[in-house]
Structures are given as C-alpha cells and as structure tokens.
C-alpha cells in the first residue's frame, strides 16, 4: 500500500529528487542548463514569431512553465519550452478568430494555453493518459510532416522579405505566395540564405553547440555595422525589459468553442511528442520511473504557467531535450538554470536583440522543422504495411489541405475504423496435418498435408463478435460447398479466437445446429479460457456436446475417425472443457 | 464465369421465377397473398396515421412498392409495405421541418422515401451490404425497443380521443399527456379497449386470421349502428377512391440535410430488419438464394415506387411476412396479388372505411408494435455479456430522450468504440507446463502447473498494435518484475495474435532487444501465418534469432534447458518459419 508520502512524492516529484540531491549532479545540471538557455533565446523569439505574437513573448514562455515542469513533471531530461509545433499551432488557431488588434491576439493566445493546461492537467488527474495510445505512428507521422510543411511555408515571408495574409491551408498559402513572389527583398533572402547554411553545417558538426545564437549574434553585428535596417531588411525592433506581468484568460463560450479542436491537437500531440522524447532519454537513466500521467500533470502545469505569464501553449522540445541530456542533465535543476538565464536576458540584455533581422529567425525555424520532415517512414510502410501507408498519407494530406486541427482527429478516426475494418474480415485458414504428426497446419501455406475430403478443420483468427458475422458464415459456406456431400467432419479451431460477444455466440449456435441438422459430426478445439467461459455462459458447450469440445486438432479428429473413443480421451480432455468460477 | 444471362436473372429476380414458375405453387401464392392483403388494409391506414399521413397514403405505399420489390428483391416470401418503425420515424422527421400544410407534409414524407430509396439502390448497387454488419444485435434490440415505447406513446391521442402536439421525445410527450389526460373522451377509449383486447386474444388463438380485418369491420359497424361520429368519437372520413397519381419528390438541399440522420437510420433499421426475417424465412426454402446487396436494390426500388406515388417509406414486415410464408407463399406471385387485392380495394370500397374510428387503428398500431418491447434480452445480457447490456441500455434511452434519428447512429458509434476499448486491452495469460506433458497452459486457471521462477512463458491474445502497445508493455514489465533476477528465459507464445502493425512491429523489436540486453533467454513460439510474415517484414525474425522461433512452447523451454540442441530440433521446426512467398 502506498502512504501518503509516497502519493505526494509521486505527484510532486521535485520533493523526491531536491532532498536526496547528489552534489556530483551538480556540473553537469549547471552546464546543461546553461546550453539549453543559450538555445532558448533565439528559438524562443523565433517560435513566437511564428505564434504571430511579438518576440518577447517567446521569452516569457520559458521562464515560468519551465519552473512549474521542473516541480511536477515525471521527467529529469526533459526540455520544456516553445516548440514549432506548438507555436504554428497557435497561429493557425487565432487566425480564425481574426483578432481586432495585438493586444487580442495576445489574450486569445493565453486563452489557448490555458485551454491546453485544462485539457491536460485534467486528463492527468481523471488518470486517461491512456487516450493518447490511440494516437498510432502512421498518423502522428503523417500530421507531423505536413505541420512541418506547413510551418516552413509560413517562414517564406520573412526569410524573402515579402508580405501576405496568413492561412492555414497550404492551398491558400502557395496562391499567396505565387501573388507577391515579384516582391522579393533579396538582402533579406541573402541574409536568410547565408543563416541557413551556417546553421545545417554547425548542425551537422556539433550538436551541442549553440551554433543558433552565434548566427543571431553575427547577424545582429553585420545588419548594425551596414545600416540594413534602414535598406528594407525587417527587424525585431525594441523588446521591453523586464519579467512578464500577470495575465489572465478569457472566460468567452465561443472563443472557446472555436479553439477546442485546436487546443485537444495541442494538447495529444504535445504530449505524445514530449512523452516519446522523454521516453527515449528515460531508457538511459535507471534512477526515476517516468509515469504518462505525471507528465500530463507537469505539462499541463507548465501550460497554466504560460497562460498566466503572457505566454503562448508549451511542451517538450525534441532538440533541446536531446541536447540537454547529452550535456549531462541529470534532474529538474537544470530546467530550472534555463528559465534563470531567460529571466537574466529579460531583465538586462533585451536591447541587444533590436536590430535581429526576422529572416533570421526564419531560417531558425526552417532548420529546427526541416527534420520533421520524414520520407522514410512513408517508404518503409509502403513496402512493409500497406495499410499504415494509407493512414499516413492520408493523415499527411488532410492535415495540409482541410486544415491542421482536423489532421489528427481525422487521422485518428481513419485508423480506428481500419482497426474495425480488419476486425471485420478476420484471417481464416483450413489446416491439414502435417503427415505422421498431431500437428495441423494451414494447407495454403504447406504442400503435402492431408485434405481430405470428409473432414474440414477450419481456423478462425480474430474475435467473432457483430461485425464479423456474415463475413464468417458466407466462408464457412463457401468451404463447405467445395467438400460437397462427402464431408463428414467440421472441427472449428478457436485457438485463435480472443474473444465472443453476445450477437456471436447467438450465430454461432445456429451454425453448429445448421452443421448437426446435417448430420455432419461438430466439435470446437484449443478454446482459450476466456472464449471457453462465453461458449459455457451461452450454452454452446451443450449445444455442440461435451464430448466433442476438444483440446487439440489431432484428438478431434481421432475421436470422430474412431482411433479413440470416449473413454480412452486422455486426462487432459479436463483442460478443455474448464470454465473459470468467478463468472 | 458468370454470363450475362446469369447477371441479368440476378440482378432482377423475377426473371428467374417467373419463367419458371410451377403449377403447383399457384394455390398457395394465392392464399398467402389474399391474407397478406387483407391485413394490409387496416395496417396500412393505420401506419399512415403514425406517419401523419391521411390514411389513404398506407394503401398507396402498398401497391406499387409490393409490385416493384417483387421483381428487383431476391426473398420470395418477404412482405413489403408500410411498417410501424418506419412511419414513426417519418413522422420525427417531419415534425422537424414543421411543415406549412397537409400537402407540404406529404411532399415531405415522399421525399424521405426517396433519399432512403437513393440510400437503399446505392449501397446495394455499391455492393456495400456489408455495412449493415456493423449494427449489433445488442444496438438494434434496445433501439427497437425504445421505438416501440416511443410509438405507443403517440397513438394515445387517438385511444384517449385527446389532442397535443406531436414530439419525438419521450420527455415531452409524456409531458404533453400529463397536460391533456383530463380530456379523456370515455367511448373512444372504450371502444379502443375492446379492440386491443380482441386483437390479442385473436393474436393468440390464429396467427394467420386477418383479425385485424375483423375488428376494423365491427367497429364501423358499431360507429355507424349507434352514430357515434356524432357523439365525438374520432373517425377516417370520406377517402378519395382511384390510383394514386404520380408524385415528385422535393429537390431542396436544406431539407435533405435535416431529413438525411432518418433516412440513413431507416435505410439501415428497415433493411437490418427486413433482411433479418427474410434470413429467418428463407432457411426453409432452398430453391432460392438470399443476397444482402441484392435486398438493398429491390428495398430501394420499393421505397423509389413508394416516393413516385404518394406513399412514405417501406420495407418488409415483421409479422405479414411470417403469415406469407405460412400461408404457403412460395414466389413474388403472393406479393403482386396482395397489391392487386389494394388496388381493388382503391378502386371499389374507399367509402366503406368512412365510419372506422381512429382508436381501432391506433389500436392495431399498439397491439403490433407490443411484441416489439423486448425484456428477455437485457435480462439476458445482464447475466452474460455485462458490455453488450450497456450497449443495448444506453442505446434504449439514447433513442428515448434524445431522438430517435440519434439512436442507431450513436448505439452503432458506441459499440464501435467498445470493440476498440477491448482490442486496446487484449487478454493475457502466463503459462506453465501441465505437468508430464508437452501442453502448456494459463496458470491462473489450473492448479498444480509448473511455474519455474527463471521462466515466463507468455499468451498474448489479441492484435498487437497502436492501442495495446503501453498496456502490454506495462503487464510484461509487472510480470518480469514479480520473477526478479531468477528470471533467465521469457517465451513469448503468438499463438493467439491475430495481426502485428508496423507500430507494434516497432515496439515489439525494442521489447525483444530489451530483454536481449538483460541477458535473457527470448523466443517466439507458435506465431500463424500472417503474423509470421509480419515478423520476417520487419526484420524480427532476425533480431529474436532464427534458431529462437518454435512452433510450440514445451519444445523451445527444452532448448533453453539444453534438453535438446539446434540439431536435434525436430522436422517442425521448418513450419515455424515459413514465410509466404507473395509478399
């Protein structure tokens, strides 16, 4: 049994790990932490922009919910903060909304984040982490790439200088683009391009180095030095110093109406993200069990921290996580030297950032999405899972094209019904035996097994329950019309069969009565214990016999062939026939 | 190969029998369709009364229709026409569109009958019967049901000679009642009495007298003998005599939308239900073959006849199709005299029905729809399938308060999403040798199995993928942990897995590579067919080793116990790996 210690270790889990915390930690934390900062800033600023909001508020965001992961997320690695995903998210959400002026674009902005905390601190508490299982690869696959799609299109105004309404829908975006393309400010696009380079080279050369704030600070110097600013090249301009004021959100039906679809995307792939990076860092550290719901609770917190904190929606980053574990993260602490260094840069070093052209930050985003996109994924599964293909494409299509906060919800809808679909159309076999053996296997895939004609050993894999139904009977039909008058045995192999509902149990009977009007011999093999309880519950155990409920393939059709009889049936017949007492 | 002749006699089944069609079925084709007719005529008023309808639409919708189906539908005995269900839900539907006039209402009720005639001839045409799969048993029982109570409420304004708004909610309806139920007019209740008591007790002493008839004649009878028309007793009145003229359905976009959840539930219910008698009938007569597809096109074209001459939507009926084929129909032959015994009627004795009093048809009307409210299957239920009783329950009062265009539809997406909850939590089982011999099964259920501390041999029955993939992981991490350090061989029996998608195949891979880690003997043992191909398309067959793939558990813990080595392995074990060449 759990105290009451253990339940508060559990929820707040920074009381587990602050008092036990090991000075050899220490190093590593502040060193981590200090790079995942240094990366903060840029990408901070360049994620807001991306948010449509100014770029303080980017900073904002990763102070606070960095603090409030810090205390209540599961994971010691993880690197909460602005993400793209996010970020595009929220841009995509208040578009539609169509804000009157900044200072509502920013409300609605928090709104949003708050929605998010809501959604995810609540599923946290009610324990039902689990509904993001349900979020299957294909489609978190497909949506991701198309967001990144997406996301790096929205950066072609900035990184050329030129200007046009936004949308979401990649339909709309290319027309614009196609619209202004002769205006291209080539400085811009210059200096974009240049930033570009440095950053997939420096990327490739030394992950852990902050290579994004050397290109800001050299692309702050040159713009200074040539006076570009004044030559059309667009930059950040004047950020006010000082630490964020409180915020609240707006308590509006409609508005939140409208957002819900975009704050349950954020809050499931927010989460599925964040958990599978923590995940995969988790593997390497033995010292803290990360929990699905735990993290809900953390993330949701830290999204409560920007919602109040003039932010916009967080989660964990897949980079910056990665970076800080290899610089040697050890606890929350780290975090928690991130948001220092932010908080530090707001309150006396925001000035430097005035004259950051945006094409850099621009080209901040292009690099960081450029390795959301992912064409092997689709190219394996074209070879390997024809249908998981399908549900990516799909996925992937949708999301660019009706819209990015129906990709997942669609995508999610699409692979349940394939699930269903295939529920629907189980495999079946008709086995053989293996010549000289008690084995039966399916005669389609082995030559040289027995077939004869008196006898059918059918195998269905699946559960038989309402939608499979007809399916089964019309092959079972089929199967039966090829033996013609000859067959003499029907021996219905349900070792595979996981389980029974009602509506099957019912046809089942009527199958079996149908095969016993026929005077063709009727028996049921290898049922599995729960499937063997519904088969007694149902009376389909009387129906078929006692006798002729059969643990194996070979004893079946011994028994009908008249090699044993009933009394020589061995002393595992029992097995066959238990039923479980609770039910 | 099937030739075109053969194709032309399936897709319009008359040109089968027809041709064909022997002496010796005349008799009873036309006895059969004479006592189908006959009990036509009240019903079919009646049903129009429940649609909303004036009477004279009942006949109407039983002429044509019955013509058509018996040319396009593949069932020989199944008797078509207006049906209680039906009319209830045309009258739902249209009290929604709140139609202007008596006319605007009947255009209304021919342009349902021709979306669910669209819906019907489209699926069928489609070949996409198979749908109607996807409605449990458990899903129509308590939507039946629920329709059942919702008709009989709405013919107490006719047996209580009261007057209110009609409402398709159970809430409203009962409260309307409460508001009028001191108006009672006492002799049409009494007479409405008498009649629901007649009808049941000749219900049971006759199946196949037209009792109905019966009652219908002595009540005008008594209405006219003792003029109480006069004294406030409800009744048809005058009803033009002749064929219905052509009509044409409404072309509106606004009111398809409102119209569209009750023609897809009536499309679905009607067919579900019509096929489900017409299965039931057809088992005694082999000279034909039922095709789902087949029913949907001549259902369709039965409801296009019915929306081309002022009727409402049709399908076949429960009851006249159990007197049909125990009246000794044998082809359509009994369906087009049945038709021809209406027309006459239409043609020769409208005035006769002057007199009939409203109550005797709604007294028809609840005696029918009496048989309908199902209490045997829930209870039922309740004992052996816990999770299909709640589908039935909520189903019954989904369809109850919330409308009955809602019933199937969220009935159908609630016991979906119960097929996908079970699926996300497959059953699982760890297993131990019965002692001396080669079986191995679950240890919780038998007593005295092996259970080795260094061995976990694991039954996972069900699918792996997306969904189930944290949930097993979780129960083979509780497993291990319980074994400890003792642990030294994990058996992972495939036996029961009915497919591995790529997100399980992943996962599947890390969990195998996990244990291999720990140093810990890993096998799969008795993978089918499909999932053994999965294994070797995502190169698991190589990670787990192809000297640690065994067709069954007690051979691959005896190569772990170097019982036996590679060499000694058996022939089988060839059967373990074999891959389908076509993929």
Redo the contacts between chains.
């Keep these: 049994m759990r105290t009451f210690q253990t339940f508060i270790k559990e929820s707040i889990p920074i009381l587990d790990w602050l008092p036990n915390y090991k000075r050899t930690n220490l190093s590593g934390d502040l060193y981590a932490g200090l790079i995942v900062g240094i990366m903060l800033i840029p990408q901070g600023m360049a994620y807001a922009m991306l948010a449509g909001l100014d770029p303080i508020h980017g900073l904002y965001a990763a102070t606070i919910p960095l603090v409030l992961y810090a205390f209540f997320g599961s994971s010691r690695q993880l690197a909460v903060g602005p993400v793209a995903m996010d970020s595009m998210l929220t841009a995509a959400s208040i578009i539609i909304l169509k804000p009157e002026n900044p200072q509502m674009y920013l409300v609605y902005a928090i709104t949003l984040a708050f929605l998010v905390g809501v959604i995810q601190f609540g599923l946290g508490i009610l324990r039902f982490g689990?509904v993001v299982?349900?979020?299957?690869?294909?489609v978190i696959n497909g949506f991701t790439s198309a967001a990144a799609v997406l996301i790096g299109l929205s950066q072609v105004p900035h990184l050329f200088g030129i200007e046009f309404a936004q949308s979401i829908l990649i339909q709309e975006i290319i027309y614009n683009i196609g619209q202004q393309i002769i205006n291209i400010h080539w400085i811009t696009l210059f200096i974009g391009l240049i930033g570009i380079s440095i950053l997939f080279i420096g990327k490739k050369l030394t992950p852990t180095l902050p290579i994004s704030l050397i290109v800001v600070a050299l692309s702050i110097i040159i713009v200074q030095l040539f006076n570009l600013a004044d030559n059309g090249v667009q930059v950040i301009g004047s950020i006010p110093s000082g630490l964020p004021t409180l915020s609240i959100p707006l308590f509006e039906l409609n508005t939140w109406i409208t957002m819900i679809p975009f704050a349950l995307t954020i809050a499931f792939v927010g989460f599925a993200e964040s958990y599978t990076i923590a995940k995969t860092v988790n593997r390497q550290h033995k010292d803290y069990k990360l929990n699905?719901n735990q993290e809900l609770i953390g993330l949701g917190m830290a999204n409560f921290g920007a919602s109040f904190f003039q932010g916009f929606p967080v989660t964990g980053g897949f980079s910056r996580t990665a970076v800080n574990n290899q610089s040697g993260a050890k606890t929350g602490l780290a975090s928690l030297v991130s948001a220092a260094l932010i908080i530090i840069t707001l309150l006396y070093f925001t000035e430097l950032f005035y004259h950051l052209p945006k094409t850099i930050l621009a080209a901040v985003i292009l690099v960081a999405v450029s390795s959301l996109i992912d064409t092997k994924t689709p190219l394996s599964?074209w070879?390997?899972?024809r249908?998981?293909f399908v549900m990516l494409i799909s996925t992937f299509f949708i999301t660019l094209t009706l819209g990015i906060q129906y990709g997942i919800i669609l995508g999610m809808s699409l692979?349940?019904i394939a699930?269903?679909y295939?529920?629907?159309r189980?495999?079946m076999?008709t086995l053989g035996r293996?010549p000289g053996?008690n084995?039966f296997?399916?005669i389609s895939?082995?030559p040289n097994l027995e077939n004869r004609p008196d006898l059918l050993v059918l195998?269905i894999?699946?559960?038989i329950?309402?939608?499979?139904?007809?399916?089964i009977k019309e092959r079972i039909d089929k199967l039966m019309e090829e033996k013609g008058d000859a067959l003499k045995t029907v021996v219905l192999n349900f070792?595979?069969?996981?389980?029974i509902?009602?509506?099957g149990?019912?046809e089942l009977e009527e199958w079996i009565k149908a095969l016993q009007y026929k005077q063709i011999n009727t028996c049921i093999t290898g049922a599995?214990?729960?499937v063997r309880d519904?088969l007694h519950?149902?009376g389909i155990v009387s129906c078929v016999g006692q006798n002729h409920v059969f643990?194996d393939d070979a004893t079946a059709v011994d028994y009908f062939d008249h090699k044993i009889d009933a009394n020589q049936l061995s002393e595992?017949q029992k097995?066959s026939l238990?039923q479980?007492k609770d039910d």
């Design positions: 689990f299982n349900f979020l299957s690869h294909p699905a599964l070879k390997k899972d249908m998981d692979s349940l699930v269903i295939s529920a629907s189980p495999h076999a293996v053996t084995y296997k399916n895939r082995f195998r894999d699946g559960p329950y309402f939608a499979n139904l007809n399916y070792e595979s069969i996981t389980s509902d009602s509506s149990a019912k599995k214990g729960p519904t519950k149902w643990n595992m097995y238990q479980s």
